[in-house]
């Protein structure tokens, strides 16, 4: 690497790494895979078994030959003789087409196991969270070869998912301090208070129509004396899922505010799904750029605050984005003040 080597340099040597762990051998008929020097057992990392202390240890020995090939099975009594105890019942439960070469894959491509993976202590935190990206970006680079016939370059694709994960780092260096307070209140009584004095409130709602796949997105600003000073509303169409769209209005909403440059901000939502995502970002790789924006929003104004409240501490917000799914408004727009419509509402929650 020598004496000062490049980001780019350190971020490719660190991909081959990462490339090289989750290497497995995957076993067909068993004959191009050393037992002892392969990679061919899935536990926490692919490895290869313990063997028998009272064993004697042949390093040409193949997976081929513990296989009874007749019987298409695991042949026990040698498995038994050679792998160490606490081996023997992952020998055993490994799959293997006795019809088919050995290959290699990477394992982390499967899902479940990379989430598993990414969450075990032992591994660094900027390769745990270089999983999901490296993975989001190998796959967006797919598209572009596919479609845009577009060839990528194997360095900036790594660097691209390293660069990122450590400004995920040092989003999740701050969490404790943006998102707090992600626990619905209690009861179904509470009502919308306002914010300290200096602080404004911008509350953000959504709704989603499941026939329509129509999602409405609202959000309106109050200050300290429960006066509405701006609100917005928009549609999105196309939208899967609530969820979809819960974390849709948040990135929208919080980027709003950062456009209108206003400090001193309470941001406040109750979805509570979005707010499990946000507190741990790595539970859903998938939802990453959304996640990434919304906090990289929030962070971004002076003072900010992102809390979970519940739905009837919502109330304001959630009306403006029911207006489009119910009402079909599918008009966007930014307005100062709050919605005539929504006047009683805002009076009750601005009395003293």
Same mark, same amino acid.
Request: charged letters at 20%.
């Given at each position: 690497?020598?004496?000062?080597?490049s980001?780019?340099?350190?971020?490719?040597?660190?991909?081959?790494?990462?490339?090289?762990?989750?290497?497995?051998?995957?076993? %067909?008929? %068993?004959?191009?895979?050393?037992?002892?020097?392969?990679n061919?057992?899935l536990?926490?990392?692919?490895?290869?078994?313990?063997?028998?202390?009272d064993?004697?240890?042949?390093?040409?020995?193949?997976?081929?030959?513990?296989?009874?090939?007749?019987?298409?099975?695991?042949?026990?009594?040698?498995?038994?003789?050679?792998?160490?105890?606490?081996?023997?019942?992952?020998?055993?439960?490994?799959?293997?087409?006795?019809?088919?070469s050995?290959?290699?894959?990477?394992?982390?491509?499967?899902?479940?196991y990379?989430?598993?993976?990414?969450?075990?202590?032992?591994?660094?935190?900027?390769?745990?969270?270089?999983?999901?990206?490296?993975?989001?970006?190998?796959?967006?680079?797919?598209?572009?070869?596919?479609?845009? /016939?577009?060839?990528?370059?194997?360095?900036?694709v790594?660097?691209?998912?390293?660069e990122?994960?450590?400004?995920?780092?040092?989003?999740?260096?701050?969490?404790?301090?943006?998102?707090?307070?992600?626990?619905?209140?209690?009861?179904?009584?509470?009502?919308?208070?306002?914010?300290?004095?200096?602080?404004?409130?911008?509350?953000? %709602?959504?709704?989603?129509?499941?026939?329509?796949?129509? %999602?409405?997105?609202?959000?309106?600003?109050?200050?300290?004396?429960g006066?509405?000073?701006?609100?917005?509303?928009?549609?999105?169409?196309?939208?899967?899922?609530?969820? /979809?769209?819960?974390?849709?209005?948040?990135?929208?909403?919080?980027?709003?505010?950062?456009?209108?440059?206003?400090?001193?901000?309470?941001?406040?939502?109750?979805?509570?799904?979005?707010?499990?995502?946000?507190?741990?970002?790595?539970?859903?790789?998938?939802?990453?750029?959304?996640?990434?924006?919304?906090?990289?929003?929030?962070?971004?104004?002076?003072?900010?605050?992102? /809390?979970?409240?519940?739905?009837?501490?919502?109330?304001?917000?959630?009306?403006?984005?029911?207006?489009?799914?119910?009402d079909?408004?599918?008009?966007?727009?930014?307005?100062?003040?709050?919605?005539?419509?929504?006047?009683?509402?805002?009076?009750?929650?601005?009395?003293?």
């Amino acid at each position: 690497l020598g004496a000062r080597p490049s980001y780019a340099w350190r971020s490719i040597i660190h991909g081959r790494e990462l490339l090289k762990e989750g290497l497995l051998k995957k076993i %067909g008929d %068993g004959r191009d895979t050393k037992v002892w020097l392969d990679n061919w057992l899935l536990d926490s990392v692919p490895r290869p078994p313990k063997y028998r202390q009272d064993a004697v240890v042949d390093l040409t020995l193949t997976v081929h030959d513990l296989i009874d090939v007749h019987s298409n099975s695991w042949n026990i009594n040698i498995v038994r003789q050679v792998i160490a105890e606490e081996d023997i019942d992952l020998v055993v439960n490994s799959k293997f087409a006795i019809n088919r070469s050995d290959s290699v894959i990477w394992v982390f491509l499967n899902m479940h196991y990379m989430i598993s993976c990414s969450q075990k202590q032992s591994i660094g935190a900027s390769v745990r969270l270089s999983f999901p990206l490296l993975l989001w970006h190998i796959w967006k680079a797919r598209n572009k070869f596919c479609f845009e /016939q577009i060839r990528p370059v194997t360095s900036e694709v790594v660097t691209l998912a390293m660069e990122e994960s450590g400004v995920w780092l040092q989003l999740n260096g701050h969490l404790k301090e943006i998102v707090e307070g992600l626990q619905v209140d209690p009861g179904v009584g509470c009502l919308w208070s306002k914010p300290p004095l200096s602080w404004v409130k911008c509350n953000i %709602g959504s709704s989603w129509d499941s026939s329509s796949l129509l %999602g409405g997105a609202g959000w309106i600003i109050c200050d300290a004396y429960g006066k509405a000073l701006v609100h917005s509303r928009r549609s999105f169409n196309g939208m899967s899922s609530a969820f /979809q769209i819960d974390l849709v209005t948040l990135a929208w909403a919080t980027a709003a505010v950062v456009d209108l440059k206003l400090k001193n901000v309470i941001f406040e939502f109750s979805s509570a799904e979005a707010a499990t995502v946000l507190h741990n970002p790595l539970l859903s790789p998938f939802n990453y750029k959304s996640c990434y924006e919304i906090l990289r929003n929030v962070q971004a104004v002076v003072r900010s605050k992102l /809390q979970l409240v519940s739905v009837t501490s919502n109330k304001a917000a959630s009306a403006i984005a029911l207006n489009v799914t119910r009402d079909l408004r599918h008009h966007s727009y930014v307005a100062s003040n709050g919605p005539r419509w929504l006047s009683p509402l805002l009076s009750v929650e601005a009395a003293p």
